[in-house]
């Protein structure tokens, strides 16, 4: 099941407000003793249904999930409608300057600051999560997927699998690369990163730089799943085929901990609207 309501970032947009999105596998209600680990992604509007996505399309990531029996929790959250970049305002960790959209204000940190000291407490709170580093993963696409290897690089202590499909990295080559080289990593830090061979020609010079990104990865030790996505292009239904992948990079060679005998879940009580 889906549940959705609606949320501020009053450090974002004040009062203006966005959806958030909870997936819940079967086995929530079926076993009340039950925690998991969670998946934070950026567009949730794009991620479980085809009528909230911006282009019609989205992940199907409900149908995925469910199709396979996985038993994780997804958390997301709607990005920034506003005509005035604001998506990429939001999802990029710096300043940057660009041809098409001029000088975009980088406010991925106020994004991602919001996401660990708000967001995340709010589901620790109210489901039953694994709250620690190692069950906390996050992922999106596209500025999303630079937003997620600047979650991995920049806040590896809260986050330690991404997901980056088709990343932004083309924003700030310079500022993408002093990031990796400066992050400061747990050694067992996993990222799942890919880009479609099909959108390689929307920038200049994307199938070097996306070598020498992955390069810098690998030396910093970071357990790296990287693909040229034959035929992938930018879009969800690229995207969704990609699922399988990142699903199972994600949760390789995770140790699932034992719960306690007689230990027993706290009820909590969300008032969200439930989407079956």
Known sequence: MVKTWEITIPELTGREKRRAYVYLPDSYDQKPNKRYPVLYMFDGHNVFFDEDATYGKSWGLKRFLESRGTEI??????????????????????TFSDETFGEIEGRGKITMDWMVKTFKPYIDKHYRTFRAREYTWIAGSSMGGLMSVYALMEYNSTFSRAAAL??????????????IENADLGPDTVLYMDYGSDELINHEGMLPLYADMTALLLKKGVYLDSRIVPGGNHSEASWERQIPFFMHTLRYNIKWPQRKRGAKAKKTEVNVKKTE
């Open 73 to 94: 929790i997804v958390a997301a959250v709607e990005c920034n409608h506003s005509p005035d970049h604001g998506r990429l305002k939001e999802y990029s960790p710096f």
């Open 166 to 179: 088709s990343p932004s990295l083309w924003t700030d080559v310079e500022q993408v690369a002093q990031m």
